[in-house]
């Protein structure tokens, strides 16, 4: 036997209102920051901090922040740099076929050979820059500060400077201490830390 149940309809009921209701009032986000630049741009705040950002990047390009850490070699320091790399992913051509496999090394020297010396120095040390120019200064070598004013030098010395942003290159291949070259040596590159004499203090 089937039995039919039969639900009783819901009942709603009103409680009515107990106690003081207010009404949520949520401020307009945009309407009080676009009220907050209104006054910025009346009272001229705005057009003080777009100065003032433009002459600190104008400064930041001209002078980036020094590469901490690196400091003028006191003696000279001299290592081999293995570039090979172990490749995580297959590279396939535009066929799709595969050129080089998962998990194998390889070294970029075996493509493309490192034309010219890279040399790294501090732009702000007269010696370095003086020794620079005697020994690559007819050569393609490339610049490269860690410290100083590369517009400024470009300018001076007719020549690219380059900066290394951040210290990424200098860690990369370990140097500590400048002027600092790296050169090809068969299928590695040779780092070498360059100890100058010192500059001759002015007599009293």
Request: aromatic share 6%; no cysteine; hydrophobic share 45%.
């Amino acid at each position: 036997m089937l039995g039919v149940f039969a639900a009783s309809p819901a009942s709603a009921h009103d409680y009515g209102r107990h106690g003081h209701v207010w009404s949520i009032a949520e401020p307009d986000l945009l309407a009080q920051i676009h009220a907050r630049l209104a006054a910025m741009e009346a009272s001229g705040e705005t057009k003080r901090l777009n100065e003032a950002l433009k002459r600190k990047t104008i400064a930041r390009v001209n002078r980036p922040e020094p590469v901490a850490g690196i400091v003028r070699a006191a003696r000279k320091r001299q290592w081999h740099f293995d570039p090979t790399i172990t490749v995580n992913e297959a590279i396939a051509d535009d066929k799709g076929r595969t050129v080089i496999a998962a998990g194998a090394r390889v070294n970029p020297l075996d493509s493309v050979a490192l034309r010219h010396p890279l040399v790294f120095l501090d732009g702000d040390d007269a010696t370095q820059l003086a020794w620079a120019n005697q020994r690559f200064g007819k050569t393609g070598a490339k610049f490269i500060l860690v410290r100083g004013a590369p517009l400024q030098l470009m300018k001076a010395r007719q020549r690219r400077f380059y900066f290394d942003q951040g210290g990424k290159l200098v860690a990369h291949f370990g140097i500590r201490a400048v002027p600092a070259t790296v050169t090809q040596d068969g299928r590695r590159l040779l780092v070498t830390e360059e100890a100058l004499p010192k500059p001759r203090e002015p007599r009293s």
